[in-house]
């Protein structure tokens, strides 16, 4: 059973138009969190929610928007896409916050490709 | 903030020898402090971390890192590397309900 899984993997889309990518996490945490690891694999956290509520919110374009229906999930919606949104996406999970030592569990990315 | 530096973007061992990859962090409040492996096409694996427990953690895969607070250090350590520790290795450090990950180094294994 993977724990964190995030679907597509990989996605090419064309500039200007609009994607999802969606994750799930099976291990019952309840803190989400997406990041954005580019070329350099700099690895930066974009958003972290707990148990559906925005807790940090670092600076992205507003192009970007998390969805968090239940605790289990956390979707990331993008508009407009450009091409340098180009990156690997990882969604991410911790039984509570990361501030307190908690393991954040990752899961296996998604390769998306602005042309 | 807290930050956190990887010195040496690349570091290339022959199978056998030791694996040193250094990291040095900066915090204003005692930190925690992990490192993570990402094998490639992978996500981010947790290989070990240090929660103010003893200073020397051992992690998976035959690995170790020692806390040093004097030295601003989590340095990973290997005694005998594997072809199969090939991957990208990334310290982070928690603090001050902030969290960093360094840039990053490739460890490359040669037979």
């Known amino acids: 059973d993977t724990a964190v899984s995030q679907t597509p993997k990989y996605l090419v889309t064309q500039m200007g138009n609009d994607k999802s990518i969606k994750c799930e996490q099976n291990l019952g945490h309840d803190t989400m969190y997406w990041y954005k690891q580019d070329s350099k694999k700099f690895l930066k956290i974009m958003f972290s929610y707990n148990n559906k509520e925005l807790i940090i919110n670092e600076t992205v374009p507003n192009r970007f928007s998390p969805k968090s229906p239940d605790k289990a999930h956390l979707n990331l919606h993008i508009n407009s896409l450009e091409l340098g949104d180009s990156a690997v996406y990882f969604c991410?999970?911790?039984?509570?916050?990361?501030?307190?030592?908690?393991?954040?569990?990752f899961g296996e990315g998604s390769w998306l490709t602005v042309v | 903030a807290q930050s956190v530096t990887q010195l040496g973007s690349h570091v290339s061992v022959s199978e056998g020898a030791l694996v040193l990859l250094r990291c040095n962090y900066s915090?204003?409040?005692?930190?925690?402090l992990f490192w993570y492996v990402q094998y490639p096409n992978q996500g981010l694996q947790l290989l070990l971390k240090?929660?103010?427990?003893?200073?020397l953690v051992k992690g998976i895969n035959g690995f170790e890192a020692e806390f040093k607070k004097s030295e601003t250090s989590f340095h990973l350590t290997k005694p005998s590397a594997h072809m199969s520790d090939a991957a990208e290795y990334f310290c982070?450090?928690?603090?001050?309900?902030?969290?960093?990950f360094g840039a990053g180094t490739r460890l490359t294994v040669k037979p």
């Open positions: 240090y929660t103010s427990a003893a200073t």
């Open positions: 915090s204003s409040v005692p930190p925690y």
């Open positions: 991410a999970s911790s039984q509570k916050d990361s501030f307190s030592g908690n393991t954040i569990y």
């Open positions: 982070a450090v928690v603090g001050n309900n902030d969290m960093r």
